[in-house]
């Protein structure tokens, strides 16, 4: 669609077409939205923008509990963008899923959060969680975190696509 004026006297977005939302495995629906997020990237270079639509686009394709970023500020994750309920602000290096997958720079896939020591809980209805560094020149700059209602929600499938969409986002 063009962006433009409608003849409701509102303008446009240009990218106010909607997400296309597919519904095969979850491979295939990765596949389909990576494509999508490359296009909502594209030619925007302001982090928190292109993270808000990131965390959207993620939430819209898998209807999970949350899903967001936290940056790295000083010896600190802050809550940055995300989608879902209201969220811890700060997390300390090596706290939680987060703070540890900050520390060793690996991408955590928690299928019980229960059994995680150190879980930071934000929300009393997140079972499972994967955790995803981004990491830059060798850095971690911040953390994509996703939470889900149900148990063992996340896989080594989502670890490819999600590492895969992280590496997209102009940082
Ligand atoms: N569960 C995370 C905290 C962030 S929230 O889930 C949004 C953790 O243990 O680091």
Known sequence: MQSGKLNRGLYLCPMAEDLTISIGDKADQYQSLIPQIQGLLEGENDLVA????????LKEQFGWLWVGFYLVKGDEL?????????????????RGVCGSSWATAR????PDVEQFPGHIACSSSSRSEIVVPIIRNGAVLGVLDADSAEWNQYDAIDQEYLEKITALILW
């Open 78 to 94: 802050v809550l940055g963008p995300f989608q879902g309920p209201v969220a811890c602000t700060r997390i300390r290096k090596g």
């Open 50 to 57: 292109n993270l808000a639509n990131v965390a959207a686009a």
């Open 107 to 110: 991408t955590l896939v928690v």
